[in-house]
């Protein structure tokens, strides 16, 4: 018999045996006083969650891989399921339920309500991403909750990857939070974290397709726990899923095999409250900030399905990573005309708002001439030149893969291609020279002052032109 | 309806006189089933013969022809409440028996036991009923001992050394 399950049994002096045996449900008769959400002990070793309690059984849900049988013995704990946080957590790879030998650590429950209005703050600090168009054109903010949806393979992971280094290289934590993934997939992302020195910042979270749906069903509740205790301490953190309907499909999975009713397309009725309650503990505190990226998959960009109409409810914004931009070439191809922010504008700066508005006034004017000249139009002068502008932005916005591109630098490109300083330039040698200021910008420290410089030294958008226009060869 | 119930609570004690343990149940519950089988064979005089080769003579007293009859005897049966004892010695019957009837008498006519045997419980037994357990073995009086007078007992035993 188990060392742990004999001590607990003479503790509590409870005992249950198991009924019915579901793969991660498992059905118990006995433990007359035991409540719901307390951890239970099986006589072999496993770990389970008491689910739910009805007049004949108990609904345990299974947190460890088991091989159980009818007739096992289940006694209480007392405890309900709570996971050690603290500093010690920081470059670690860990699973959703994890044990520490450290002593003196603190203990929390993963399940908690969030936080209540008075702990809070307006969301007023702008959260770089380093990804030019998001930043210009769907900025967002530090304590705000977005969703990034899109079809499968279209680079919402890459994006985020991308965020989390820009994020990392402001000084935040990370948390990347895996749920339901492949163990290759998981290798890949460790990987990339290491090789990249993020670690020292950055807590992953993984589960994986051969762990016990309950703790793929945790995962994301452990991240926002951990992201909870350092946002505690003062700290920005960034957390993000991966991805949540997967998460939703393994919590549909479990609540069908446990005879829930079932809702739309056969998710359970509580899924909303699940991830509502899950989002609404990010935010921005009085102290600290939790900013949580959820990434949700789309089927042939159909942004009706219902996990997301809900996450959609649920965070202050998506990003859309569009399918058809991704076969045309755009590289993020995020759709501006579908994303929404309902929090970032009110975090940029004056300057970084004045130019979104311009740029996004822009672009709805570039969508229309575009869509005309699919039919062959003659344009006058003045709509063929924003049309070869329009062409420019788009491969500004072009940015290659995990390449970190500085708010203050985009809004200066983005001044210099307003003020025309590109016209006529090929859009190769564009690029090229784009990806050279990049570089520029990261390696000469005169010339990163120099922009941050002109960039806080201005208030209005055109004010910014006009200076790039007059000193175009201190800029560009 | 009533009469039916009448019948049952009747039944009932004498059910639980020919049924000790959980593995006499388990005995009763499958002859049970193969007189249901029976009952949907095609060949005629099956359920006889099922009767006087595969029953024991004590539960054929309680069996009719009579499918609802013996579905309700099953579940009858598997009402019966399991009393789990786990002793350090395997016991004779006669132990099960007069175990049984103090229980019967002092906690519930409807019981059967389940006993298990396990040396390390020394001497004494544990118990688990309704989902409470209660451990009067010797080796958890004297585990509890040891864990309490640990200095002492390592005290004297150095001394006799």
């Known amino acids: ?476 | 309806m009533h009469l039916r119930a009448m019948n049952y609570s009747a039944m009932n004690e004498k059910i639980s006189d020919i049924i000790s343990t959980t593995d006499e149940q388990a005995m009763a519950l499958k002859e049970i089933d193969l007189l249901i089988n029976s009952l949907y064979s095609t060949e005629g005089g099956d359920f006889e013969k099922v009767l006087s080769g595969s029953v024991r003579n004590v539960l054929t007293q309680f069996v009719k022809k009579d499918k609802d009859y013996l579905v309700n005897l099953k579940e009858e049966i598997n009402k019966l409440e399991v009393f789990h004892i786990t002793l350090a010695y395997e016991p004779s019957s006669e132990g099960i028996n007069r175990i049984l009837t103090w229980i019967r008498k002092n906690v519930n006519p409807n019981i059967i036991l389940d006993v298990t045997h396990d040396p390390s419980v020394v001497a004494g037994l544990t118990v688990t009923f309704r989902g409470k357990y209660i451990d009067l073995s010797i080796n958890n009086s004297l585990s509890g001992t040891f864990k309490d007078k640990y200095v002492d007992i390592m005290n004297t035993i150095i001394k006799h050394e």
Request: some cysteine; glycine content about 6%.
């Open chain 1, 1 to 476: 018999m188990n060392k742990n399950f004999q001590y607990y049994l003479n503790k509590t002096k409870e005992v249950g045996y198991v009924e019915e045996v579901f793969p991660s449900l498992v059905y118990a008769s006995g433990l007359p006083s035991v409540h719901a959400s307390e951890l239970v002990i099986f006589e072999s070793g496993e770990m389970g969650q008491v689910w739910s309690v009805t007049e004949n059984y108990l609904e345990i849900l299974l947190l460890t891989s088991s091989n159980l049988k009818g007739g096992t013995k289940i006694t209480r704990t007392g405890k309900i399921l709570q996971i050690p946080v603290g500093d010690f957590v920081l470059g670690k790879h860990l699973e959703p339920i994890y044990i520490t030998s450290n002593k003196g650590i603190e203990y929390r429950p993963i399940d908690s309500a969030p936080f209540g209005i008075v702990h809070r703050d307006l969301v007023n600090e702008p959260f770089e991403t380093g990804v030019s168009m998001v930043d210009l054109v769907v900025p967002l903010g530090r304590g705000q909750r977005e969703l990034v949806i899109g079809d499968r393979k279209t680079g919402k992971s890459t994006f985020s990857l991308q965020t989390l280094l820009s994020f990392y290289s402001a000084g935040g934590i990370t948390i990347y939070t895996l749920i339901g993934k492949t163990r290759q997939e998981i290798k890949r992302l460790s990987d990339f974290l290491k090789e990249n020195n993020v670690m020292d910042r950055c807590v992953l979270i993984s589960s994986s397709l051969i762990n016990p749906p309950a703790l793929s069903f945790m995962a994301p509740m452990t991240a926002m726990t951990i992201a909870e205790y350092f946002k505690d301490q003062g700290k920005d953190v960034l957390v993000i899923f991966d991805d949540l309907t997967t998460h939703a499909k393994i919590y549909r999975e479990i609540a069908l095999l446990a005879r829930r009713f079932p809702g739309r397309n056969s998710y359970p009725g509580d899924i909303f409250y699940i991830h509502s309650k899950l989002l609404e503990r990010a935010g921005k505190y009085k102290k600290g900030t939790i900013t949580a990226i959820a990434i949700a998959d789309s089927v042939l960009s159909d942004l009706s399905g219902y996990i997301q109409t809900n996450l959609m409810a649920i965070t202050d914004g998506h990003i859309f990573f569009d399918f058809d931009y991704f076969n045309q070439g755009k590289r993020p191809p995020i759709n501006p005309y579908l994303s929404v922010t309902r929090v970032g504008a009110q975090a940029q700066t004056e300057l970084a708002r004045d130019a979104s508005r311009t740029l996004a006034r822009f672009l709805i004017r570039y969508k229309r001439l575009t869509e005309l000249a699919h039919f062959g139009a003659d344009f006058k002068e003045r709509a063929a030149e924003d049309l070869a502008l329009g062409e420019q932005v788009q491969a500004f916005f072009n940015q290659r893969s995990l390449v970190i591109v500085p708010m203050s630098l985009s809004i200066l490109i983005f001044a210099s291609i307003w003020g025309r300083l590109w016209k006529g330039a090929r859009i190769s040698d564009f690029r090229k020279r784009l990806d050279e200021l990049i570089e520029l910008y990261y390696k000469d420290s005169t010339y990163k002052e120099k922009v941050n410089g002109v960039i806080n030294k201005h208030n209005a958008f055109t004010d910014l032109v006009t200076e790039v226009r007059a000193n175009s060869d201190l800029y560009i």
